[in-house]
């Protein structure tokens, strides 16, 4: 059988820990995003042509970044998970060849 | 207690000079294992260290191993060499049988210098008809040295022989370098007796082994069988030993690790002894230790039960002696303090009973360091690492990492938490998440009342880019943000105005209150040394210059930012120019007073500051002058500073006799040297004078690091999310969220390179220094010496 293992065990450690920073964060940025933030104004990608007829474009243009940052969440939390079980092959391979 | 007896008269001197041979003995063993690929795992438990027959125990058979070892290895040493001669034997037979044996085609190839197969020289059809008799000399050669050989032999025996050269088919070491070579066979058919003298000659020059080489064919082939079986029963023999050389490095392996340690604990506990001092009798041992009071009992106790142990008849026992030299500093410490404590010691250890700084720097030094880290985000991030260091600081693998770096993250992690935690704080304060403002509470300007009082039209919009919130205007501005700096400005384009004057600000205040802070310290040195005339004499002049100058600074701050409001911000006066014109006791025109009667006020700060230098130079050398001056006539019979005893105190069955006396001899010592001591106080006074007052000055701009710092923090973080984090957000509908990914990891990585460790480091080693140098030569003295009870640490094992 294929190994599955492969990577180390210290770059499981790694890629659980940004996993699990870029999840929490993302998901946060992401609501703000959704929350028409004020503050996040200078990240949302809009063009001159945006600011014409009122803000409803500048708002759709702030739900699609969310969802953005939603869809990078979800692919982190596939990675973490990828990590973990990394993580669990690589303890239980220690048991084993001792 | 014996300095001056040399290393070499001292009484357990044999002793050590046995542990240290048999550390010979197990280094020795080392190597042969190392050599062997064996590793040597630590020791796991902890022997205690052996008496004196388990010592010679351990002796004997450490050296009984090693003995055995070297034979070992001598043997099979010499088991190698012969095989390794009988194969080249049977080498040298097996291709000169081709040279012999087989006729070989007419039109030999032409001769090259290379080392190739050859066939003989001469044609073997004219070779039967010479019927000579030819002699052999067979044997290998150095393949660099192959043709000089060749050159001299034709030169020598002038073509009265003929030589084959062929290589060897496998290589083999030399015994000599032991590097594996390709040896050249070399077969010479000769003819004549002076000519195979002349061969052997020049082969031995050329350190070629020679093998006989048997003329007939059926002698050769029986040769070779001999030497084949030979071969092989070497082989066996070889393999026997290599099994017994295991068995042996097993037994090693086993044995070595508890041996060093205990070796290692009992040439300690020799070494210490070596520092005593017999008695009269020689039969006890005298020792003079430092001994913190509060553990006094213990030491009796643990005397006690060490009389008991051994079984000896006589008690030891422990007694209190005066001394002049000054003890060293024993500053107890738990996990939690340990750190802070090192990082004051690594200034300089307290003087013996000072005003230990460690306990304020567990809240002043994050603070400080947050001041210049603020940020939510880094500081969360900081917080969870240490947390994660503390919840596990008990698992083995964390603990006994060999890397240096990790293991300084590992000790500071109470540091590194406190620091992360007041990070947050400061963070808060800021309003700044991953340089982002965070809106906790509503903003408190408003852009719809501005832009409904200033009417702005679409016009106007777009040929300003950039317009002006005034607070004047009614509703604009609602008040102060409640916690932190208002949201709004970072998306203000004059952020960076309105923060550095704040953080400017800041920096002086804080810097003050700190230096304040370390001057105030000074009073519980001077109380507890009983130097009341240091309190008076010192601190209260350094106290009123601080005060009346600097304090007095911060005061103009606070009432300037109290007392002005918006509606005077176009005519607020300017407290710099304020400050200078207090120096120069001159006053500017356009510069409105703060109050009323400034210039009075100020006028007396700066008298009283300039009149407390002079008392801060000659003040407290005077006084002492005059103490001295009064009971001079009184000198001979108080003798210094009251720490001596006189000889009578300590005579007690043979206790330190040569101690008493020397610390008598040295007392008489200080008296003399009195009246050259004002020059030296004076001096240092006038140092201590001069470093204080420039120093305020100075230290009061080095404080502003603090702003500069925790500007370059800010920054660094908006340029890493607005040329990083950016470009991920992209107008592409799902796609964006697939390409953000990447962008995040690098984000990630970024911040934790350069804002986290660089920027981390660099604020903790300015945190550090203006701990160090300014807080600290306040106020410290650090000229102690640590106590360095005798332990058996395991960092003392290689």
Redesign the interface.
Same mark, same amino acid.
């Given at each position: 059988m294929v190994s599955l293992l492969c990577c180390g065990p210290k770059m499981a450690a790694c890629g659980l820990v #940004?996993s699990a920073? *870029?999840v929490i964060? !993302?998901v946060l940025l992401g609501i703000f995003f959704n929350v028409h933030?004020? +503050? !996040?104004?200078?990240? +949302?990608?809009f063009t001159e042509e945006d600011f014409k007829d009122g803000p409803e474009k500048i708002y759709h !243009?702030y739900e699609? +970044?969310s @969802?953005?940052?939603?869809?990078?969440a *979800?692919? @982190?939390a596939l #990675?973490g998970g990828f990590s973990l079980c990394q993580g669990r092959l690589h303890r239980r391979k220690e048991y084993l060849v001792r | 207690l014996n300095p001056n007896i040399s290393a070499f008269q001292r009484r357990f001197v044999g002793e050590v000079r046995r542990c240290e041979e048999m550390e010979k003995t197990f280094t020795f063993l080392q190597q042969e294992l190392r050599d062997a690929g064996r590793v040597l795992a630590p020791c796991r438990d902890k022997p205690e260290a052996p008496l004196a027959r388990e010592a010679l125990r351990i002796q004997e058979q450490s050296e009984q191993l090693a003995q055995e070892l070297r034979e070992v290895s001598r043997n099979r040493a010499s088991l190698r060499g012969r095989l390794r001669d009988l194969r080249q034997y049977l080498h040298v037979l097996r291709e000169g049988q081709h040279f012999t044996s087989l006729p070989a085609p007419l039109g030999s190839p032409p001769r090259s210098r290379a080392l190739s197969e050859r066939d003989p020289l001469l044609d073997p059809s004219l070779h039967q008809h010479l019927d000579r008799k030819i002699n052999f000399v067979a044997g290998v050669v150095h393949p660099w040295r192959v043709s000089a050989f060749e050159r001299l032999l034709w030169r020598a025996c002038r073509g009265y022989l003929v030589a084959s050269f062929v290589e060897m088919p496998e290589p083999m070491e030399d015994p000599a370098t032991g590097e594996s070579i390709t040896w050249v066979i070399f077969l010479i058919s000769y003819w004549g007796e002076q000519i195979g003298q002349k061969i052997r000659k020049i082969s031995d020059c050329f350190h070629c082994r020679v093998y006989p080489y048997p003329e007939s064919e059926a002698s050769r082939v029986e040769t070779m069988n001999g030497l084949q079986t030979q071969i092989q029963d070497l082989s066996v023999v070889l393999e026997e030993t290599e099994e017994y050389l295991a068995q042996v490095l097993d037994k090693v392996v086993l044995a070595l690790p508890t041996w060093r340690v205990q070796v290692q604990k009992m040439k300690a506990i020799y070494l210490v002894l070596n520092q005593c001092s017999f008695d009269v009798t020689e039969k006890c041992l005298i020792a003079e230790v430092w001994c913190p009071v509060r553990d006094l009992t213990q030491v009796q106790e643990a005397l006690r039960q060490g009389s008991y142990k051994s079984g000896s008849s006589v008690e030891c026992f422990v007694q209190r002696i005066p001394t002049s030299e000054s003890p060293p500093t024993l500053i107890r410490t738990n996990k939690f303090t340990a750190g802070f404590q090192s990082i004051v010691d690594a200034y300089g250890v307290a003087s013996y009973q000072e005003v230990n700084p460690a306990p304020y720097a567990i809240i002043t030094f994050p603070f400080i360091f947050a001041i210049m880290f603020g940020d939510v985000g880094h500081g969360l991030l900081m917080f969870l690492f240490a947390l994660w260091m503390v919840l596990y600081e008990n698992s083995p693998s964390l603990k006994q990492a060999s890397n240096e770096i990790w293991l300084t993250f590992f000790e500071g992690r109470y540091l590194i938490l406190l620091m992360g935690a007041f990070s947050i704080y400061t963070g808060f304060i800021y309003n700044e998440c991953f340089s982002k403002a965070t809106v906790i509470f509503p903003s408190a300007w408003s852009v719809a009342a501005m832009a409904n009082h200033s009417s702005w039209s679409s016009a106007y919009l777009a040929t300003h880019p950039s317009l002006t919130l005034d607070p004047n205007v009614t509703g604009v501005f609602q008040g102060p943000y409640p916690f932190g700096i208002d949201p709004i400005w970072s998306l203000a384009t004059n952020h960076l105005n309105f923060l550095n004057s704040f953080k400017m600000k800041m920096s002086v205040v804080l810097g003050i209150v700190h230096m304040g802070f370390g001057v105030l310290l000074g009073i519980f040195n001077h109380v507890h040394f009983n130097q009341w005339h240091r309190l008076v004499l010192e601190l209260l002049p350094e106290m009123i210059f601080l005060l009346a100058l600097f304090g007095y600074l911060v005061f103009l701050i606070f009432y300037k930012w109290i007392k002005f409001s918006v509606a005077d911000s176009l005519v607020a006066p300017s407290i710099l120019i304020h400050f200078i014109d207090m120096f120069l006791f001159t006053s500017s025109a356009d510069n409105l007073p703060l109050y009323q009667g400034q210039v009075p006020v100020q006028m007396v700060l700066v008298v009283l500051a300039l009149a407390s230098v002079p008392v801060l130079l000659l003040g407290t050398p005077l006084y002492l002058w005059c103490r001295r001056r009064a009971p001079r006539t009184n000198h001979p019979t108080s003798v210094a500073t009251g720490e001596q005893e006189p000889l009578l105190e300590g005579q007690e069955a043979g206790n330190s006799v040569n101690a008493t006396k020397e610390d008598v001899e040295s007392g008489r010592h200080s008296a003399d040297t009195e009246h050259l001591d004002m020059a030296e106080i004076l001096m240092h006074q006038a140092i201590h004078t001069i470093e204080y007052c420039l120093g305020c000055v100075s230290n009061t701009a080095s404080y502003l690091r603090l702003w500069a710092l925790s500007l370059a923090h800010a920054q660094l973080s908006e340029v890493l999310w607005t040329m990083v984090m950016r470009n991920g957000f992209v107008r592409l509908r799902y796609v964006g969220g697939v390409l953000l990914v990447p962008v995040f990891a690098a984000f990630a990585v970024l911040t934790v390179a350069i804002l986290l460790v660089m920027e981390g480091l660099s604020a903790f080693l300015h945190a550090l220094r203006l701990h160090w140098v300014e807080f600290q030569n306040k106020f410290y003295v650090g000229a102690g010496y640590k106590l360095c009870p005798f332990t058996f640490t395991p960092d003392a094992w290689d």
């Open positions: #940004l920073w *870029g964060m !993302l933030s004020a +503050v !996040l104004i200078e990240d +949302v990608p !243009l699609q +970044v @969802y953005n940052c939603f869809i990078a *979800g692919l @982190y #990675l | -």
